[in-house]
C-alpha cells in the first residue's frame, strides 16, 4: 500500500476553496451571534446558517403549494435562462463593439463615453423606453440584461486589442494580410486573456443584472421572490435562500468561465503567468 | 507632419464625442430619436425640459450630487484597493488567491437589492445619526461591488510579467516586497486603468441603486426612484442627466490619471 | 421631557406625542408617495416635514430607530401587533394615530386606467368595475374565504397574515373618513376626494416647474370620472357588449387581501360573465402601476389617489373611475410604556 | 550632411533597372515625454537596383532599422520620398512584395515554430498541402528539424531567430529585407546560411536589403554595402564590391576581400 | 556522452581556487505540449576558478543559456549538481553576487535607460546620489550619453542591450554571467566594449562566464574556452587561452591567435 501523500492532498486547489468557505462561515458566525445578541429580530439581519440551511429543509409551505425551497427553486429557473440570454447576448454585443470600436478609432472616440454612459442609465429610466421599443416585458427584461453585461466585456476585449505588441502588428502589416485575417490570425487569439477577463466580471454580473430586472414587473424570478421577501411578504428566509444561491451560481458561472477559457485559449500552458523556467517555481 | 497627425488625434479625442452628442441631442430634440425608439416625450422628454430643469433646481441638485459622489468615490476607492490588495493576494499565494478571487466573483452575483438592505440592517448601529450610518451602509455597497473587477485585473497585471522580467529580478536576489514595487505594480498599471473603465460607470450606478435602500433620503439616484414612483419623468430625467455628467467627469478624471501615470509606455 | 424618551405615555396626547418623535426625528415613512398624510399632520402641529425613510419591515420600529413608525392598519400594523409568523408581537403595547382622525386623510387604493383607453372602450369599462364591486362585495361579505382565495392565487404571506389583513379591509371599504359606513362599494366621495386634492397640492413637492405650476390648476375632473361607475352600478344597469375583452389590472403591491376583491371576482367568474378574460399583473416591482397603465402595459391599475395626482401633473393623462378604499388605511404608531 | 556619398561613380550604375529609390529622405522621432528629437535619418538619398544585394552597416543607433522600415512602410519618413519599382512602399506592401526578417525575432506565442512559419502562407491562401512541404522544407533549411511543434519560448534566442527567417523565405518574396537577421547565431550556422542566401538570391535574382554588423559578412554577401552614420542618421560611404560571383566561403581569405573589409571598416564615423 | 572533455590536463589547474564547480549536471525540458523532451544538458561537469573568465561557445540550441542560467540559479538541474564558492547557487544568489545581462535585453518599459540601469541599485539600497553618479558613468561606457531619459521603444536594438549590460555592470557584481551580450552590437562598439570588460574584469579580478557566438571575441577575452555540442546538450572541448595579458586588440592579427581560434573552431561537433 502507498503511503497517503497528505502534502500532495493538502496542496490540491480544493482545499484552499474549502478553507476559504470555512473562512468566511467562521466570520459570518460570529457576526451572526453578535447580531444575534443585539436584535430582536436577528433573521432579518444576520441569521445563523444553520437557520437558513435548517429553512431550506423546512417542510413549512409559504404559499399554498410550495415550501420555501420549492419556491425559491421554481423561480430560478426563470431567472437564469434570463441570465444566459443576457449575459450570451451582451458578452457577444461587448465583443462585436470592441472589435468595431478597435477597427475604427473614430467609433471608439465616439462611442466609448456613451458606452459607459449606458451603463450609468438606472433600469428605471431604461426600462420604459427600452419597453417601448420591445413592446414586452419579457424581452425587455433580457435587453436590459444584456445591456447591463456588455460593458465589461468590451472594455476589457479592447484593451486586448490595444495591448497587441507593435511588432506584432507590423509583422501582419508587411504581409499586407487582410483585415479579416489580422483579426483571425493576431488580434483574436492574442487578446483570449483578456477577453475571458472581461467575461469572468460580467458572467456574474449577468445573474445579478437577472435578478435586477426581474424586479421591474410582478411574476416569476429570483429578483421578485426576493423583494417580496425584503418586503415581508414571505418568510425572510426566501431572501437568504436566494443570497446564497446567487452567490453559488455566481461562483459556479465564474468557473465556467475559467474552464471554457481553458478549452478555448490558443496559449500553451506554460506560457501562462509569465516568467519562465525556475521564476515561476520560486513563486510557487 | 507628424506634429498635425498627433494633434488631430488629441483634438478628435475630444471633438468625436461631442460631435455624436450634438447628434443624438439634435435627434432627440427634433423628436426624431423618440420616433426611431418608439419611445415617447413622457417617459424620454425633450432635452431643453431637462435642461430646464437643472438649471431652476442646481442647488438642490447639487446638494444631491455631492451625496451621491461622497458615496461613489468613497465605494469606489475603498473596492478598488480591497480588490487590488485581493489581487496582490492572489499574485503571491496563487493558490490561496484563486479561491479568494472565485469567492469574490460570488459577491458580484448577490444582486445590489440584496446587499443594500442586509448592509443597511447591518450598520444600523455604526451611528445614531441617520444621515451618517446610511452613508456608510451606501459606501460599503460600492466597496462589494467594485472589488470584483479590480481583484480580476490586478491579478492578471500582477502576474503576466514579461519573460524573463521575473528571472532578472531573481538573480538580483528581489525580495518579494521589492518585486512587487519594481515590478508587479508598475506593470499591473495599465491592467488597474482597465479595471477602473469598468468600476468608474459601476460604482456610480451602485451608489444610485444603493441610495434606493437607505434610510436617510438624499443622493440623486433617490431622487430618480422618487421622481420615477411619481410619474415625474422629466425630472428624473434630469436626475439621470446628472448621475451621465457626473460619470463623464469621473471617467474624464480616469483618463487624465491615466495620461500622466502611462506617461512614456508604448 | 426631550431626554430622548422611547416610550410615551398611554395618556400622551397626539400632539406630545407627534413634537416629541419630531423633535428627535424619528418619524419614519416609507416615502415614494407615502409621506403626504404625515408631512401633512407634522405641519398640522407645527413641525418640520422631514422623515426617515422607512424599511418595508417594522425592524426600525422594534430597534427603536424610529419612534413614530407608519404603518398600515391592514399589514404593517398587524404585523406589529401579533405574534403569528413574522409578527412583533406588541399586542397593546403599542397606539397608533389615524390619519381619518385627525383630518389629514387622503384616499388611497382606488381604480384607474387613462382617460384615453376608458373613452375608448366604455362598456369593457363598466364590465370590469361591475364584476369589481362584485367581487368586493363577496370579499367584504365573506373575509375569511376571500383571504382564502387571495392565498390560493399565489399570495406568500402568511395564511393568519392574511386573514387578519382581510379583515381590516373589509373596514376600509365600508367606512369611509368620518366613520360612517359606506352605502355603495367604490362610489367615488367628492369630498373626500376633494380633501385628498387640497392635501396633494399642499404636499406634493414638484421639482418640475411646469408639472408644480399643472398640479395647482388640478380639479377634480382632471382625475377622477363617476360616470362610468355610475351608470355600471345603477339598479336598471344595461352593460354593452365590452369592446376589449383581454384586459388586465396592475396591483400596487404584493398579492395580498389588500385586493382581495379582485381575486374574488375572478375566482368566482364575475369577470368571465361580464364577458372579460381579466389577468391581474402583481405590482411591488420597480415600474409603478402608473406608468404600466400609461404606457399600455396593463389596461387599469389601482394606485393611492395621491400617486395618480402627481402622475397627472407630470403629464399621465390618467382617469379614477372608482374609489374602492372609502379611508385612509395609514396610521403612525407608537410604543408606550406600561 | 556634408559628404553623403564618397563614391560618386556608382551614379551611373544605379540609373537603370532602380528597383528602390530613395531621395533626400529625413526621419525624426520627436519626443513628449523628456529629451530632445532624435534625428534617425537625414537627407538619405540611395538607390537599389533591381536584384542587387545591399547591405546597411554601420554603428549601433545609426538608423539601419530606420532606414529598412522606411522602405518596408512601416515608419512614414518625416520629409524626402521612397519609390519602390516607381510606386509607393505601400503600394509594393499592399501587392505583398516584402518579405521581412525583424531585429527581434516577431514570433507568435501562441503558435508552435512550424506555425509561425506557416502564417504568412496562410494569409496568402497558399493550399494546406504546400503549406506543410515549404514548412518542412524551410525549417530543414535553418536547421530546426525536430523543433516544428516547440512553441517559441521553448526555443533558444538563435533558435527564435531562425524561425523568423524561415517564414520570411518561405513565401519567397520578391523583395528581402532583413535586419540583423543572423546576429544570434554561431558562426558555422551563420556561414551556412550566408551560402543558403546566396544560393536562393542567385537562384530567384530578388532585391535583398540586408543590415547586419558584421562587415565581413556584408561584404561577403553584398554588390555593396551602405555605411550609416549615426548623429544625425546618414549614408557616409558606399562601397561596391567586386568580388566575383559566385562566391563561397574561400573567398574570405582572398587579399581582395581583406581589402574591401578594411575599405569598410575605414569609412566608420562618429564611434 | 563519450568523449565529455577533450583536454583532461586542465583537470590539474582547476582544482585549487574553484569558484563554480559543476558535477554530472544534467537539464531536461519534459515536454506537455507536443514533441520530445528536450535534453538541453547532458552529464556537463566544469569547474571555474575564482577569477577566471570563461567563455562558452557551441552552435545554436546547445545550452549555453541553459548552463549560465543553471549557474545563476533561475533553472533547476534535473540531475547533478553545482556549487558556487562551496555553496549552492541559491545562497549566492541570495547574497547578491550574480550580474547577469540576459540575451534579450530584458528591460521594463516604464522606466527610462537611466532608470533601468538604476534598477538594481534601487534594490540594493543604493543612496540615490551614488547611484545617479554610477548611472551616468555606465551609460557613458556604454556610448549612451543623452539617452538616459529615453524609454526602451525608443532605442534601437543595439542601444537596448547596452542598457542593459550597463545595468548588470553597475551594481559591480562578484560573478559576471554575460549571454551574447554583444551580439546586436557593430564591430567598433563591440571592441570597445570588449576591452572596456577586460579592464573591469583585471581590476576588479570578478569571475566572468561569458556566453558568445563569436569565436575570434571568445578567444580574445577568456582564459579558456568551453565549446558546446548539441543534441544533447553536452561540453565537447575545452581550449586553454594562453595569450599573454594584459592583451589588446593588436592580439588579434598574431598567429597564435588565429591557432587559437581555429582550435576553437575545429572543436566544433555536430553544426
Ligand atoms: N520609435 C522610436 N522613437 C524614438 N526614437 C527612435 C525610435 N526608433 C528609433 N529611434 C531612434 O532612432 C535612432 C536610430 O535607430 P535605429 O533603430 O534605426 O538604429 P539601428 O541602426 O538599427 O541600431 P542597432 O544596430 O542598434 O539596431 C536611434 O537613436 C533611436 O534612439
Ligand atoms: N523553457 C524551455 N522549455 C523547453 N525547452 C527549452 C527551454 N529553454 C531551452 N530549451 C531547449 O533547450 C535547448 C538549449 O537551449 P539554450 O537556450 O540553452 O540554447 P543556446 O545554446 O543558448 O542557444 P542560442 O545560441 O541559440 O541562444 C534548446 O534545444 C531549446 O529548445
Ligand atoms: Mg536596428
Ligand atoms: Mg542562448
Same mark, same amino acid.
Given at each position: 500500500?502507498?503511503? &497517503? ?74 431567472? /437564469? ?48 423606453? &427600452? ?67 472581461? /467575461? ?22 429570483? *429578483? ?27 461562483? /459556479? ?20 503567468? *509569465?516568467?519562465? *523556467? ?7 | ?16 464625442? +461631442? ?30 425640459? +431637462? ?92 466597496? +462589494? ?9 490586478a491579478y492578471r497585471g500582477l502576474t503576466e510579467i514579461k519573460p524573463f522580467s521575473m528571472d532578472l529580478m531573481r538573480s538580483y536576489a528581489a525580495t518579494e516586497r521589492q518585486i512587487f514595487w519594481k515590478l508587479r ?31 436617510y433620503i438624499v443622493g440623486v439616484g433617490r431622487q430618480i426612484r422618487e421622481n420615477i414612483v411619481l410619474a415625474q419623468y422629466a425630472t428624473a430625467w434630469a436626475y439621470i442627466s446628472v448621475a451621465c455628467l457626473m ?20 | 421631557?426631550?431626554?430622548? $424618551? ?230 336598471? $344597469? ?101 | ?271
Amino acid at each position: 500500500m502507498k503511503p &497517503v501523500n497528505w502534502k500532495k492532498i493538502f496542496a490540491s486547489s480544493i482545499w484552499v476553496t474549502v478553507a476559504w468557505v470555512v473562512g468566511l462561515i467562521v466570520v459570518w458566525e460570529i457576526g451572526a451571534t453578535i447580531v444575534a445578541g443585539v436584535k430582536r429580530t436577528p433573521e432579518n439581519v444576520l441569521p445563523h446558517l444553520y437557520q437558513i440551511i435548517g429553512s431550506v429543509f423546512s417542510t413549512q409551505k409559504v404559499n399554498s403549494s410550495q415550501t420555501a425551497i420549492q419556491l425559491v427553486l421554481s423561480n430560478a429557473w426563470v431567472t /437564469l435562462a434570463r441570465a444566459g440570454i443576457g449575459f450570451m447576448l451582451g458578452a457577444s454585443i461587448g465583443f462585436l463593439l470592441a472589435l468595431l470600436m478597435s477597427r475604427f478609432v473614430a467609433v471608439e472616440k465616439m462611442l466609448f463615453p456613451y458606452l459607459m454612459i449606458i451603463q450609468m442609465i438606472p433600469i428605471l429610466g431604461m426600462a420604459p423606453i &427600452v419597453l417601448a421599443i420591445t413592446k414586452n416585458i419579457d424581452k425587455s427584461r433580457i435587453v436590459i440584461a444584456a445591456i447591463l453585461t456588455f460593458y465589461p466585456v468590451a472594455t476589457n476585449t479592447l484593451s486586448g486589442f490595444k495591448a497587441v505588441e507593435k511588432e506584432k502588428r507590423e509583422l501582419m502589416y508587411s504581409y499586407a494580410a487582410s483585415r479579416f485575417d489580422i483579426y483571425r490570425k493576431l488580434l483574436i487569439p492574442y487578446c483570449i486573456p483578456y477577453l475571458f477577463t472581461g /467575461l469572468k466580471i460580467a458572467a456574474p454580473m449577468a445573474i445579478t443584472a437577472s435578478i435586477l430586472v426581474d424586479t421591474l414587473q410582478g411574476g416569476g424570478g429570483l *429578483g421578485c421572490m426576493m423583494s417580496q421577501s425584503l418586503k415581508h411578504a414571505m418568510t425572510i428566509y426566501v431572501f437568504w435562500q436566494i443570497v446564497f444561491l446567487s452567490a453559488i451560481i455566481g461562483i /459556479l458561472s465564474y468557473q465556467l468561465m475559467v474552464w471554457l477559457e481553458k478549452l478555448v485559449s490558443p496559449y500553451p500552458k506554460e506560457l501562462k503567468n *509569465g516568467g519562465t *523556467g525556475k521564476a515561476k517555481e520560486l513563486e510557487a | 507632419m507628424r506634429n498635425w497627425k498627433e494633434s488631430w488625434n488629441r483634438f478628435s479625442t475630444v471633438f468625436y464625442p +461631442i460631435l455624436f452628442g450634438a447628434l443624438m441631442i439634435t435627434l432627440w430634440q427634433t423628436g426624431i430619436l423618440h420616433k426611431i425608439l418608439g419611445a415617447d416625450t413622457f417617459t424620454l422628454p425633450m432635452p431643453h425640459r +431637462i435642461y430646464t430643469i437643472i438649471k431652476e433646481n442646481l442647488p438642490v441638485i447639487m446638494q444631491n450630487v455631492q451625496a451621491t459622489l461622497i458615496v461613489a468615490l468613497g465605494g469606489l476607492f475603498l473596492g478598488s484597493l480591497l480588490g487590488y490588495l485581493l489581487g496582490v493576494v492572489a499574485a503571491i499565494f496563487t493558490k490561496w488567491g484563486k479561491g479568494g478571487l472565485t469567492l469574490a466573483s460570488a459577491f458580484n452575483a448577490i444582486p445590489i437589492i440584496a446587499i443594500a438592505p442586509i448592509l443597511n440592517n447591518l450598520t444600523k448601529d455604526v451611528s445614531p445619526n441617520a444621515n451618517i450610518r446610511s452613508m456608510v451602509a451606501k459606501i460599503l455597497v460600492v466597496t +462589494i461591488t467594485s472589488t470584483v473587477a479590480m481583484s480580476v485585473n490586478a491579478y492578471r497585471g500582477l502576474t503576466e510579467i514579461k519573460p524573463f522580467s521575473m528571472d532578472l529580478m531573481r538573480s538580483y536576489a528581489a525580495t518579494e516586497r521589492q518585486i512587487f514595487w519594481k515590478l508587479r505594480l508598475p506593470n499591473s498599471l495599465p491592467f488597474i486603468f482597465t479595471a477602473l473603465r469598468v468600476s468608474v460607470p459601476g460604482c456610480v450606478i451602485s451608489a444610485l441603486v444603493s441610495e434606493y435602500f437607505a434610510e436617510y433620503i438624499v443622493g440623486v439616484g433617490r431622487q430618480i426612484r422618487e421622481n420615477i414612483v411619481l410619474a415625474q419623468y422629466a425630472t428624473a430625467w434630469a436626475y439621470i442627466s446628472v448621475a451621465c455628467l457626473m460619470g463623464i467627469a469621473l471617467y474624464v478624471v480616469l483618463l487624465i490619471f491615466e495620461s500622466i501615470l502611462l506617461k512614456g509606455r508604448k | 421631557p426631550a431626554t430622548a $424618551a422611547t416610550y410615551y405615555s398611554k395618556d400622551a396626547t397626539v400632539k406630545d406625542v407627534v413634537v416629541d418623535a419630531a423633535t428627535q426625528g424619528k418619524v419614519g415613512n416609507w416615502g415614494l408617495g407615502n409621506e403626504y398624510e404625515i408631512q401633512a399632520l407634522l405641519s398640522k402641529y407645527g413641525m418640520p416635514t422631514t422623515y426617515l425613510s422607512q424599511a418595508f419591515d417594522m425592524d426600525g420600529f422594534d430597534d427603536d430607530s424610529i419612534l413614530l413608525a407608519s404603518a398600515m392598519t391592514y399589514n404593517e400594523l398587524g404585523l406589529v401587533k401579533n405574534s403569528y409568523q413574522g409578527g412583533y408581537n406588541y399586542g397593546d403595547k403599542v397606539k397608533t394615530i389615524d390619519m381619518n382622525d385627525e383630518g389629514v386623510a387622503m384616499l388611497e387604493d382606488n381604480i384607474f386606467t387613462t382617460d384615453a383607453f376608458a373613452k375608448a372602450n366604455p362598456n369593457t369599462v363598466k364590465a370590469f368595475l361591475a364584476a369589481s364591486v362584485k367581487g368586493w362585495a363577496y370579499a367584504c361579505a365573506n373575509p375569511e374565504e376571500a383571504a382564502q382565495i387571495v392565498y390560493k392565487y399565489g399570495s406568500s404571506v402568511s395564511s393568519d397574515h392574511q386573514l387578519y389583513m382581510a379583515g381590516e379591509v373589509k373596514k376600509l371599504v365600508e367606512t369611509d373618513t368620518k366613520g360612517n359606513p359606506v352605502t355603495a362599494y367604490g362610489k367615488i366621495d367628492d369630498t373626500a376626494m376633494q380633501q385628498t386634492l387640497d392635501l396633494a397640492k399642499t404636499y406634493i413637492k414638484l421639482t418640475d416647474s411646469v408639472a408644480a405650476d399643472k398640479l395647482q390648476t388640478l380639479t377634480l375632473d382632471d382625475i377622477r370620472d363617476s360616470s362610468y361607475f355610475d351608470t355600471a352600478t345603477a339598479a336598471d $344597469a344595461t352593460l354593452g357588449t365590452p369592446e376589449k375583452t383581454d384586459v388586465s389590472i396592475q396591483l400596487k403591491w404584493l398579492p395580498q387581501a389588500q385586493f382581495m376583491g379582485y381575486y374574488v371576482a375572478l375566482d368566482k367568474g364575475y369577470y368571465k360573465d361580464a364577458g372579460l378574460n381579466v389577468t391581474i399583473v402583481p405590482g411591488g416591482g420597480d415600474i409603478s402601476e402608473t406608468t404600466a397603465v400609461y404606457t399600455g402595459q396593463v389596461d387599469f391599475g389601482v394606485t393611492w389617489v395621491s400617486n395618480l395626482i402627481a402622475a397627472n401633473a407630470g403629464g399621465m393623462g390618467l382617469m379614477e373611475v372608482a374609489q374602492i378604499f372609502q379611508r385612509s388605511g395609514l396610521v403612525l404608531v407608537y410604543k408606550i410604556s406600561d | 550632411m556634408q559628404a553623403i556619398r564618397k563614391l560618386p561613380e556608382t551614379d551611373a550604375v544605379v540609373n537603370d533597372g532602380v528597383e528602390i529609390k530613395i531621395e533626400n529622405m529625413s526621419v525624426r522621432f520627436s519626443d513628449r515625454t523628456g529629451g530632445g528629437a532624435i534625428d534617425a535619418l537625414t537627407n538619405v538619398s540611395l538607390d537599389i537596383r533591381q536584384g542587387e544585394f545591399v547591405s546597411l552597416v554601420g554603428p549601433s543607433g545609426c538608423g539601419k532599422t530606420t532606414l529598412l522600415r522606411a522602405i518596408a512602410d512601416l515608419q512614414e519618413p518625416t520629409s524626402g520620398s521612397i519609390t519602390v519599382r516607381g510606386q509607393t512602399p505601400r503600394e509594393i506592401r499592399l501587392q505583398k512584395k516584402f518579405g521581412i526578417v525583424f531585429q527581434n525575432p516577431v514570433l507568435y506565442d501562441w503558435r508552435t515554430a512550424r506555425r509561425n512559419v506557416c502564417m504568412p502562407m496562410e494569409l496568402m491562401g497558399i493550399p494546406k498541402q504546400q503549406r506543410t512541404a515549404t514548412v518542412s522544407e524551410m525549417l530543414d533549411m535553418v536547421n530546426l528539424q525536430g523543433f516544428g511543434f516547440k512553441y517559441p519560448h521553448q526555443l533558444s534566442g538563435g533558435m527564435q531567430q531562425r524561425v523568423g527567417i524561415a517564414r520570411a523565405l518561405a513565401i519567397k518574396p520578391e523583395i528581402l529585407l532583413m535586419d540583423e537577421p543572423f546576429s544570434a547565431l554561431d558562426e558555422f550556422t551563420k556561414e551556412k546560411l550566408n551560402e543558403e542566401l546566396l544560393s536562393i538570391w542567385s537562384k530567384a535574382k530578388k532585391t535583398i536589403v540586408f543590415v547586419t554588423h558584421n562587415i565581413s559578412e556584408s561584404v561577403f554577401l553584398s554588390d555593396r554595402v551602405v555605411v550609416l552614420s549615426p548623429h544625425p542618421g546618414r549614408i557616409s560611404a558606399i562601397v561596391d564590391i567586386t568580388l566575383p560571383r559566385p562566391r563561397h566561403l574561400a573567398v574570405k581569405d582572398t587579399p581582395e576581400f581583406s581589402a574591401l573589409v578594411s575599405k569598410v571598416r575605414n569609412s566608420f564615423e562618429g564611434v
